[in-house]
Each structure stands twice: as structure tokens, then as C-alpha cells.
């Protein structure tokens, strides 16, 4: 494989809008098809997923996206893709359980990205602490470690320490919802 693809820097989406959504599946995406993803793709993808959410631009940009629609864009990618004869591709739901441990939802999301050609989409909400860093966002997982999350991120998240999460009731940024997307 060619060096270049696996140093590609992440698909930006700016600050200050609601396309994290977008960008954490175009970002996802580069992890699975490596080589696909060009700029050029990403300028028609961002096209792409952005029509398969189910309300209008304005909603989206201005208020992101929720589970439900993370779905419906996922669904229109693949919709998409097996259109234009990529190889083929799945997803699966891998969302944390309400009182689960977060090392142990960190631990399972570890172990699907072992896999190459894996990524995982993860929404996070709010952090329980004022004042932080932290704000609801999706990003791409690229890797989980025993200490840290390293993300493949549209904005200034590149690697987040596992403690600075957790899953509800349990404090700091809270861990959502979770996506594994991969080459089948």
C-alpha cells in the first residue's frame, strides 16, 4: 500500500458547525478505503452523506446529528457505494449500556479494531465537569489503547486519555453511541 495513503492527514470540517457527524464518517471511511479516499472523494462523500440525512442542511449544520440519523447516513453511504461497485462494507452497532463500565465498552471497541480496514464512529455528549475541553461531538476511532483513545478526528481531538471518558452515570465526557464500520 502505498505510504502516502496511511499518513493522509484527516478531513476537516472547521469549527463552529455541526458537520462532526459528517466528517466522523468521511474519516471512517479513509480508515476502511484508504486508497479511495482522496480529496477529491471527500468533497463528492461530504455531498453524499450529507443528502442521506433525513432533515435539511440547515438542521445539520446547525444542530448535528443523533443517532437515529447517524443511521440514515450510514445507510445512504452504503446505498451509494454498492452503486458505484466498492468493495463491500458493513456496519454494526457497538453502543455503550447505561451503567457499563466505560474501560470495559473501551476494552470491546479495542478488540473490533484489531481488524484492518476498521473504524469506529462514536458519538460523545456532554462532559460532566465545567469548564472542560470536552464538547458533545462525533469523531472517528482509529485505535484504543490501554491509557488513551486516538482518534482520527475533524477538529483539535487527536488523542484523549480513556480516564477523561466515561459512560453514564459514571463522570466526564460521556461516551454515547458507537459505530464499527469495516470491510466485509
Not at 79 to 101: F, K, S, V
Request: proline residues 7%.
Amino acid at each position: 500500500m502505498d505510504n502516502s495513503m496511511m499518513t493522509r492527514k484527516p478531513f476537516l470540517q472547521g469549527l463552529g458547525n455541526g458537520l462532526c457527524s459528517v466528517y466522523a464518517v468521511l474519516n471512517a471511511m479513509a480508515i476502511v478505503f484508504p486508497a479511495r479516499m482522496t480529496d477529491a472523494m471527500q468533497e463528492e462523500l461530504v455531498g453524499v452523506v450529507s443528502d442521506a440525512f433525513p432533515g435539511d442542511a440547515k438542521s445539520l449544520i446547525r444542530d448535528g446529528a443523533e443517532r437515529p440519523e447517524i443511521v440514515s447516513m450510514l445507510n445512504g453511504l452504503a446505498r451509494w457505494t454498492q452503486e458505484q461497485d466498492w468493495p463491500h462494507w458493513h456496519y454494526h452497532d457497538l453502543h455503550p449500556i447505561r451503567g457499563e463500565p466505560s474501560e470495559e465498552f473501551w476494552d470491546a471497541v479495542r478488540a473490533e479494531l484489531v481488524i484492518p480496514n476498521t473504524a469506529a464512529v462514536v458519538g460523545f455528549g456532554a462532559d460532566s465537569r465545567a469548564g472542560t475541553r470536552y464538547e458533545p461531538h462525533w469523531t472517528c476511532v482509529r485505535r484504543v489503547a490501554d491509557t488513551f483513545i486516538e482518534l482520527r478526528a475533524s477538529t483539535e481531538y487527536k488523542r484523549v486519555p480513556r480516564r477523561d471518558t466515561g459512560v453514564r452515570p459514571e463522570p466526564r465526557w460521556s461516551v454515547e453511541d458507537c459505530f464499527v464500520i469495516a470491510r466485509s
